[in-house]
């Protein structure tokens, strides 16, 4: 029956480490079709948050990314804990990363993070933030940084900011109308 095609006939799981997963999947596209093999990396699921302290500034994060092999820029974001909600991991990797505590969350959107590639969901969130903890301690090899809605535009189209899942966040926030350029 065309509708059950295709079909997943075999699924191997091959752990790395504790946050990342090799899958196999065997996967036939139609009938006497050859069986194709497929792989992706299985990690937990991400969160992201637009962060707005209470002067109107977007928190950002400067970072080393072994896998890209340079500094990057990016939002507070990170990997959700076991059994950890996607609301919770926002709120504590904002803190942990920032040194801001969050005083309004709203989920903006959820999706894969790059469906040909990666098996997990990127929650996004907006965050109005309160005042930074005075005995905030940045992580070692993390800078943090902030910049108007302007400012960011900018650094959007000259490519600093460039991690796609971080500029889908701010596309979210805008399509929803929570700030404007």
């Not at 006497?32 to 994060?61: C, F, G, H, N």
């Not at 803190?95 to 989920?107: A, D, F, H, M, S």
């Not at 902030?146 to 991690?163: D, I, N, W």
């Given at each position: 029956?065309?509708?059950?095609?295709?079909?997943?006939?075999?699924?191997?799981?091959?752990?790395?480490?504790?946050?990342?997963?090799?899958?196999?999947?065997?996967?036939?596209?139609?009938?006497?079709?050859?069986?194709?093999?497929?792989?992706?990396?299985?990690?937990?699921?991400?969160?992201?948050?637009?962060?707005?302290?209470?002067?109107?500034?977007?928190?950002?994060?400067?970072?080393?990314?072994?896998?890209?092999?340079?500094?990057?820029?990016?939002?507070?974001?990170?990997?959700?804990?076991?059994?950890?909600?996607?609301?919770?991991?926002?709120?504590?990797?904002?803190?942990?990363?920032?040194?801001?505590?969050?005083?309004?969350?709203?989920?903006?959107?959820?999706?894969?993070?790059c469906s040909s590639r990666i098996s997990n969901t990127t929650y996004s969130?907006?965050?109005?933030?309160?005042?930074?903890?005075?005995?905030?301690?940045?992580?070692?090899?993390?800078?943090?940084?902030?910049?108007?809605?302007?400012?960011?535009?900018?650094?959007?189209?000259?490519?600093?900011?460039?991690?796609?899942?971080?500029?889908?966040?701010?596309?979210?926030?805008?399509?929803?109308?929570?700030?404007?350029?």
């Open positions: 029956m065309a509708d059950s095609l295709p079909k997943i006939l075999a699924t191997t799981r091959l752990a790395v480490s504790p946050w990342l997963d090799v899958i196999v999947r065997d996967v036939q596209f139609f009938d006497q079709a050859s069986v194709e093999s497929y792989y992706a990396i299985a990690q937990p699921d991400y969160v992201v948050a637009l962060a707005i302290t209470p002067d109107s500034r977007v928190l950002l994060v400067r970072q080393y990314r072994p896998a890209i092999e340079r500094f990057s820029l990016e939002l507070p974001a990170g990997l959700l804990d076991p059994n950890e909600d996607p609301l919770s991991a926002a709120a504590r990797e904002l803190l942990e990363e920032t040194g801001y505590p969050t005083k309004t969350i709203e989920l903006i959107g959820q999706g894969a993070t969130f907006f965050i109005r933030t309160a005042g930074r903890r005075p005995d905030f301690v940045e992580e070692p090899g993390i800078c943090v940084s902030s910049a108007s809605l302007g400012e960011l535009r900018a650094l959007m189209l000259s490519g600093e900011f460039a991690e796609q899942t971080h500029v889908g966040a701010v596309a979210l926030a805008a399509a929803r109308g929570l700030i404007a350029f």
